[in-house]
């Protein structure tokens, strides 16, 4: 490597410890010389996650009901939005995963790849994953509306409405312990409430027997980059999902 690579491989390192700095996460700048047996860790876990998905897939009725409810996704007709998608997006995951986040639909990068959170909020909400002690792929991450609004707007209620049981099948299916409300949308559809996110947001409240934790959405960070507070108010959040999941 010469100094070139080494001085932008420190700016790098240098921008992601300011980053978790912002949302509050001190344990990680205090442990960066045992991050080593951390990831092992980490790896070792996503493998039994990975093997437990196997077994589940030889049974075969979970598979194949997984299998049914994407084919429904990606071919619905439901509401007008299938008409301007590009691909509608199911979701992704681990399908056992204790802990679901749910946003509210697909923006633009989503609608290309198909996949959940790709864009600049998606790339927050992976690191504030990271962050948490969890690979991506270990949790699940979903929307209410699986195809994208035009222009990113607002689904319409009648489009949460037609689109929202495919979302409650997965709930159903994954039977997590927690999950994360990510944003107003997403709130008021799990939590059936029309306060603001001010007045709900560090709370638990309940979705069919499920603790749900709502939060800000990644793409009100984004468009309050500059904004430490509401980043720690999220850091926050989490840590109590954390405690949560640990009991």
Request: proline letters at 6%.
């Amino acid at each position: 490597m010469d100094e070139k690579e080494l001085v932008e491989k420190i700016v790098k390192i240098r921008k992601e410890l300011e980053f978790y700095r912002d949302l509050g996460v001190d344990f990680l700048v205090n442990q960066m010389d045992s991050c080593q047996p951390r990831l092992s860790g980490q790896t070792a876990s996503s493998q039994t996650l990975i093997l437990g998905e196997i077994m589940v897939s030889r049974t075969g009725d979970a598979q194949a009901e997984w299998e049914k409810l994407t084919r429904q996704i990606l071919s619905c007709r439901f509401c007008p939005l299938y008409k301007s998608r590009t691909q509608a997006v199911p979701g992704e995951g681990n399908r056992q995963a204790r802990l679901i986040f749910v946003g509210e639909a697909p923006g633009r990068d989503e609608d290309l790849q198909g996949r959940p959170f790709v864009g600049r909020a998606g790339q927050l909400l992976t690191r504030i994953i990271q962050a948490m002690g969890f690979d991506r792929q270990e949790v699940y991450i979903a929307n209410v509306i699986k195809c994208r609004p035009p222009e990113n707007r607002t689904p319409k209620p009648e489009e949460v409405r037609a689109c929202s049981p495919y979302l409650l099948k997965q709930i159903e299916l994954i039977k997590p312990k927690v999950i994360v409300a990510l944003g107003k949308v997403a709130t008021e559809f799990l939590l059936k409430t029309d306060l603001p996110m001010s007045d709900l947001r560090g709370n638990f409240g309940e979705f069919m027997g499920i603790p749900v934790m709502p939060t800000f959405h990644p793409s009100y960070l984004v468009r309050n980059e500059g904004n430490k507070e509401i980043k720690r108010m999220v850091w926050e959040d989490m840590k109590k999902v954390m405690k949560l999941l640990e009991s």
